[in-house]
């Protein structure tokens, strides 16, 4: 169910983090990073926004996602995710309904009843009309939410892991809603077909360049600039890992990192539609069924 977060984490700048960190799980890998943040589960429902801003304070990419599935919060405390003075936006991302409703059946039958008198055991699978009535208004709400922020609607099945034209423009959208430019533009497919993406690196010869490399939220052209200036010097061949023509890149200046991360870090929140899917990462089942957040953190 990771399809869309694995692939979007092909690019270098993005990175979906694998914890469902809002579970109300009192143990498991959630509540495991919860206490190394400094909360409680009752804590971090009350704030999600400290409790985020301390999870982004140790990502190093530029775009960095959590999930949250729905009904894991309540509905009024979800506009802390938008802090004032921030640039958000919303990537509004759904499963086909009807794939969606048969994964939930099928979900139930691995889950049976344990005795009629446990009524508590499994869950109960709705009608199909009521079905469609709670996802709908499930992405109604979704979109609502801060109704003034940049967003784009996805369907999951639209971003094939196979690639191809059709993939490739999907992935351009999302691109623009990131903040990633062209001369950052990188081909997570094993091949790219569309003019923009024909001539951009290969996400391999990417995570080969760049392994090792201490990231704090640069740009991926800044950083092949900087790997490849590095190599120059110690008079090492500087790996070739483009196609096509690229827009020039400009080394980041070694003091200047701090001040990079500061003012290109972006934060990503996903809303999950279907409690009842076993979610791991934003950019997965849970982003095929729920809303994804952008917000680029203001520089300081």
Known sequence: GGTVCTLLERHPEIKC????????????????????????????????????QKHFESCTSRVCGVLLLRDQLPQPVLPQFFAPGCDVSKLIVERNATREYAALKAARRARPVRGAANSTAG?????WRQFLTRHSVWLD???????????????LELLDAHGGARAERELLSLYQLFDVRPEDYVCIFDRCVTQELAGAPGYREVRELTKGYDWAGQRFSRVLSAVR????????????????????????????RAAERQQRRQATIGFAAAGS???????????????????????R
Do not use: H, M
């Open 141 to 155: 709400r979704a979109q609502a939410i801060a109704p003034r922020a940049r967003w784009y609607r996805l369907q």
């Open 277 to 299: 899917f076993s979610v791991i990462v934003v950019g997965g089942f849970c982003l095929a069924l729920g809303i994804a957040i952008g917000q680029r953190i203001a520089a």
């Open 123 to 127: 869950f109960k699978v709705p009608s």
């Open 229 to 256: 200036a590095r190599r120059s010097v110690v008079g090492s061949p500087s790996a070739v890992v483009t196609g096509g023509s690229r827009a020039p890149v400009v080394a980041v200046p070694q003091g200047g």
């Open 17 to 52: 983090t694998s914890l469902d960190l809002f579970n109300p799980s009192t143990s498991g890998p959630a509540a495991n990073e919860r206490q190394r943040l400094g909360f409680n589960l009752q804590a971090q429902r009350a704030n999600p926004g400290a409790f985020l």
